[in-house]
């Protein structure tokens, strides 16, 4: 972006807006008392800062819940129309045209291609981290607020779209083929369609990022937006009752805190990451430059057909530094008479791109500052949680003392039962804890 003049104070502000946005709406919602998120251009943090690495693994948690471990793999890899969501039914947009447009169910801000010979052995992973964002930024496109109305004008440069396209995909690459041919219309509200991609403007579903490459993410809750208001959501307390202590592990936080997605990795931790600074009475934001990170891919246990170790260098760093990854490729070099399907990951296979997902831990850092200065009192519960009855691990948003319905059980019983309905359910177990595969470290 530094090359095309204005582009980059251009994002920066888009970014910016993004921060106030998410501010707004806590301090809306925090009823006179301060919120401990700050945009760091607006608000300089006072003292010493503290850098938090933020960690999880990279593949779907929502799959795996949802599915097992073995049919997981096997969706992760397929591309999944826009009409067809993975957390449960709907549709994340409505109408014909979204039909036709796809997207990786790879909803952990870790999204791959797998690249195959003829006979389906794979050859090459590409990995990225990139938000869709940046690049209807660098296609020069107004980018929208929180709430999807566009807003932010952008500096950009398509032809550098285009050249960025050829490089990193393929050289066939058209600029026709990156942008709307069409306004693309969301009849989620039939009485009220939305435009939400203009006609001329680019296409983060364009074939070259989904049928016939990967660029930056897709799935569409893996955006920039989504991660600061996540991380503004997560800075707010909460509890069951009034006077009892703020909820802290993580899947009963953001369940009660209703924000994010209840079955994803990266939600629960990074909400219970940036609470538990919150809790210590930090103020906190996201360190800049704000974005999303692949951290590391551990290769402990992967061998070649010799048995011998993989070597880590077979992990080339495309775009980003190492530990800042933003695009990366794992293929095997050539002269070595084999492909990554004929590697092991303990002893199993490489079949599918997500076996390697599952040892790639990504990444968010928040700054904290100002310890102890706030003393929020936490709000009290917004939603409640049902799992299912015959898969406890994959649970569902329900409003706060409604009855689950059949077939689903309450969990994380933070509140007492409202109805008569609800009561008859509260002898089931709560969701069983799940593990995340997350740790907290300090720079």
């Known amino acids: 972006m530094h090359a095309i003049p204005g582009a980059l104070e251009s994002w920066s502000a888009a970014v910016s807006g993004w921060f106030d946005e998410s501010i707004a709406q806590e ?42 471990r073995t049919e997981a793999l096997r969706k992760a890899d ?33 999204e ?21 964002e940046y690049w209807q930024a660098l296609h020069g496109d107004t980018l929208a607020t929180l709430e999807g109305v566009p807003k932010y004008q952008t500096a950009g440069d398509p032809k550098l779209v285009l050249r960025l396209y050829r490089e990193l995909v393929s050289p066939h690459v058209q600029y026709e083929d990156l942008i709307c041919t069409e306004d693309l219309v969301d ?61 802290a592990d993580p899947d009963a936080l953001i369940a009660c805190g209703a924000y994010g997605g209840l079955n994803r990795c990266s939600d629960p931790t990074i909400g219970g990451s940036i609470n538990e600074l919150a809790a210590l009475g930090f103020a ?11 951290d590391h891919l551990d290769m402990t246990g992967w061998a070649q ?29 050539e002269g070595k008479g084999f492909r990554v399907g004929d590697l092991t990951i303990g002893g199993e296979p490489i079949v599918w791109g997500g076996q390697l997902s599952e040892h790639m831990t990504m990444k968010i850092i928040g700054s904290a500052s100002q310890p102890g200065h706030f003393r929020n009192t936490p709000l009290r519960c ?7 009855q015959g898969n406890p691990a994959f649970l569902h948003y329900r409003p706060l003392g409604s009855a689950c319905g059949a ?21 089931a177990v709560a969701a069983p804890s799940r593990p995340r595969h997350h740790v907290l470290r300090s720079r």
């Open 382 to 388: 917004e939603k409640g949680v049902c799992a299912e």
């Open 27 to 68: 301090i809306a919602r925090l009823d006179g008392q301060p919120c401990q998120y700050y945009n760091q251009l607006e608000t300089p943090p006072v003292g010493p800062v503290l850098d938090q690495d933020i960690v999880w693994a990279g593949f779907s948690g929502t799959l795996r819940n949802r599915w097992g």
């Open 187 to 247: 009849h989620s509200d039939p009485q009220n369609p939305q435009i939400v991609y203009t006609r001329g403007s680019y296409n983060p579903y364009n074939k070259w990022n989904t049928t016939h490459g990967i660029v930056h993410l897709t799935e569409p809750a893996n955006s920039l937006g989504a991660e600061i208001k996540l991380g503004a959501d997560a800075s707010v307390l909460f509890s069951p009752a009034a006077g009892q202590a703020p909820l």
């Open 284 to 294: 906190i934001t996201i360190k800049n430059p704000v974005g999303l990170y692949m």
């Open 407 to 427: 077939g689903l059980l309450p969990a994380f019983d933070y509140a007492p039962p409202a109805s008569p309905a609800l009561a008859a359910e509260t002898q």
């Open 305 to 333: 057909p010799d048995g011998t170790p993989v070597d880590p260098a077979w992990f080339r760093v495309v775009r980003g530094a190492p530990g800042l990854v933003e695009r990366a490729v794992f293929e095997v070099p």
């Open 78 to 110: 397929r591309l999944f129309p826009l009409t067809e969501r993975i957390d449960g039914p709907g549709s994340y947009f409505v109408g014909p045209q979204w039909q036709s447009l796809y997207y990786r169910p790879q909803d952990e801000y870790c």
């Open 112 to 132: 791959w291609h797998v690249t195959r010979d003829r006979d389906g052995t794979i050859t090459r992973v590409t990995f990225t981290s990139e938000p869709p």
